[in-house]
């Protein structure tokens, strides 16, 4: 249709958290450090190589579905067996979607998680809103009630953040359309936690 647009791998790669993480790393963009797994691992024998706390995740949904948090072994191996029964129950294709069954094992961040939200033309990100998230996002899991702007972070912290997500986007290849960005922000700076081309919600 001659319409501006994203590239399709820069598409793909905001929507599956593997593919994002590995381009966030190799621009040395703030992220949680992170391992992919199989469904059919043994997370038994995971658990014991994992450093705590740590946050699991399916690799292709969205709205913090399957998003469970792990202190210890044994609750790692319960967010584990829990996110693949969620994922059964989806019955997703593996045919379709080489990484639909597999789960992302990261670090936690600590500090307070905020949201972006802006639209990207020509590769130039405006900044709509910057959301606080006022619950406290500690875990287990992550369920979101309420997103308040204008944000309470100093204009400095607010500079950094636009930064890093200006950083993020460049890194996924994003040039055209919405941008919905999550971040943690603790005393080492902003960390991306995810980026979507779409809009919130």
């Not at 405006?126 to 009630?145: I, N, Q, S, W, Y």
Request: glycine fraction near 4%; charged fraction near 20%; proline fraction near 8%.
């Amino acid at each position: 249709l001659s319409l501006p647009h994203n590239a399709p791998e820069a598409a793909e790669a905001a929507r599956n958290k593997r593919k994002m993480r590995e381009l966030l790393m190799a621009s040395d963009v703030p992220c949680p450090d992170f391992e992919v797994f199989e469904m059919s691992a043994d997370p038994v024998q995971i658990s014991n190589t994992i450093a705590y706390p740590c946050v699991l995740k399916p690799l292709l949904l969205s709205a913090s579905q399957g998003v469970i948090r792990a202190d210890t072994p044994a609750q790692f191996i319960a967010a584990f067996n829990r996110i693949c029964r969620i994922l059964q129950s989806l019955q997703l294709s593996p045919v379709a979607e080489p990484d639909a069954g597999k789960i992302l094992a990261e670090a936690f961040i600590t500090g307070t998680e905020i949201a972006i939200e802006g639209i990207i033309s020509q590769a130039n990100l405006r900044v709509l809103a910057v959301f606080d998230k006022p619950d406290p996002l500690d875990g287990p899991f992550f369920e979101e009630t309420i997103y308040v702007t204008p944000s309470r972070l100093s204009e400095d912290v607010l500079h950094d953040v636009v930064d890093v997500t200006e950083q993020a986007i460049r890194a996924i290849g994003l040039t055209e359309g919405p941008v919905h960005a999550e971040l943690r922000v603790n005393d080492e700076g902003p960390w991306i936690v995810e980026v979507a081309g779409r809009s919130i919600g």
